[in-house]
């Protein structure tokens, strides 16, 4: 089985910009968990989508949004980016049928780099 | 909100001695996840714990949950150069969070 794939792996904007980053979950996969990780703040969670509806969500503003597709793909997007969204992105994938008590497997993530 | 804190933030040891990393929960824990990161990479999975007093271990690497304390641990035993990396303790979140995670424990493993 493939592992779960991020889109692109770096990524270098500008303040002001937006940016749209993409995920594909293990086969059979139907949870798609996004994470923001930085030096400083460490791994925070963004939010989970479960059949194509946004289950979870954090603590974040709403520039930050998702979505997810019929086939569990996923994409996040971040606009009017700031220097401080700078970070590695995660993207987690479970079989979701339990919200709880759940395995993650995660992508190598995009490095994302505001100038 | 759940905090998991772990301690300590990083360690350097030589090669071949044992050594433990602690999680512990702000809220009653009532399973715990360890993970592992390679350094701007994604996290591996290591083990889950769901029961009080639970120990599994995978290789070299022993992890326990002591509930009452609202606490995890990871040993690694004979540590090598293949255990350096970033390690996280993580809890399925409450009022509608995945599972949160702590700040991770930096390994540093001296040949």
């Known amino acids: 089985k493939a592992g779960v794939t991020q889109t692109p792996r770096y990524l270098i904007k500008t303040r002001g910009q937006q940016v749209t980053l993409s995920c594909s979950p293990i086969s059979g996969h139907r949870s798609v968990s996004w994470y923001q990780q930085t030096p400083g703040q460490g791994l925070q969670f963004l939010f989970e989508?479960?059949?194509?509806?946004?289950?979870n969500k954090g603590n974040f503003p709403g520039r930050f949004s998702g979505r997810q597709f019929s086939n569990s793909r996923s994409e996040m997007n971040v606009s009017t980016l700031e220097l401080g969204d700078s970070a590695l992105y995660l993207c987690a994938s479970s079989l979701g049928a339990d919200a709880t008590n759940e395995k993650l497997f995660f992508g190598s993530g995009t490095q994302l780099s505001v100038l | 909100s759940q905090e998991l804190e772990q301690s300590p933030q990083s360690l350097i040891v030589q090669e071949g001695k044992n050594l433990t990393i602690n999680c512990t929960s702000s809220?009653?824990?009532?399973?715990l996840y360890w993970y592992k990161q390679k350094y701007g990479e994604g996290l591996i999975f290591l083990m889950m714990?769901?029961?009080?007093?639970e120990e599994k271990s995978h290789e070299k690497i022993t992890a326990k949950l002591d509930e009452k304390k609202q606490q995890s641990s990871l040993h690694i035993t004979a540590s090598q150069p293949s255990h350096a990396g970033i390690y996280l303790c993580g809890a399925d979140g409450t009022g509608g969070f995945k599972t949160i995670f702590g700040a991770g424990t930096r390994l540093f493993v001296k040949a």
């Open positions: 714990l769901q029961k009080g007093g």
């Open positions: 809220k009653t824990l009532y399973g």
């Open positions: 989508y479960f059949s194509e509806t946004q289950r």
